[in-house]
């Protein structure tokens, strides 16, 4: 069983900046592909950045060049680095783990595990 915890959420202006961390539980974390995905109120979840074991990176369009995905291994810890963050960023991030493979998928039907998500509001 792997436990995802984030953190980092927070209220920021347009324009600031934020860092969310994921840290998970196990001695596997290494191996797996993670992701990050947001939801905003009455909307679907959707697919933000992924991360392979190797460090193969895919980003939404919507998020390209603005937001950059990381993995340390020897933390157990993944992280979203967000910039030039927009008011239609603000959602609840969660990041999810997906344990069967190494492709870098932006499916949330492809991830296996969930942490419990953080707010991210960015004002106008």
């Known amino acids: 069983q792997v436990q995802l915890v984030e953190s980092g959420g927070g209220l920021v202006q347009t324009g600031g900046s934020l860092r969310l961390s994921c840290a998970a539980s196990g001695r596997t974390f290494s191996r797996h592909t993670m992701g990050w995905f947001r939801q905003a109120p009455g909307k679907e979840r959707e697919f933000v950045a992924s991360i392979s074991r190797i460090g193969s990176t895919n980003y939404a369009d919507s998020v390209k060049g603005r937001f950059t995905i990381s993995r340390d291994n020897a933390k157990n810890t993944v992280y979203l680095q967000m910039n030039s963050l927009k008011p239609e960023d603000t959602a609840v991030y969660y990041c999810?783990?997906?344990?069967?493979?190494?492709?870098?998928?932006?499916?949330?039907?492809?991830?296996?595990?969930w942490g419990q998500g953080t707010q991210v509001t960015v004002s106008s």
């Open positions: 999810a783990l997906d344990y069967y493979s190494d492709y870098v998928s932006g499916n949330p039907h492809d991830y296996d595990y």
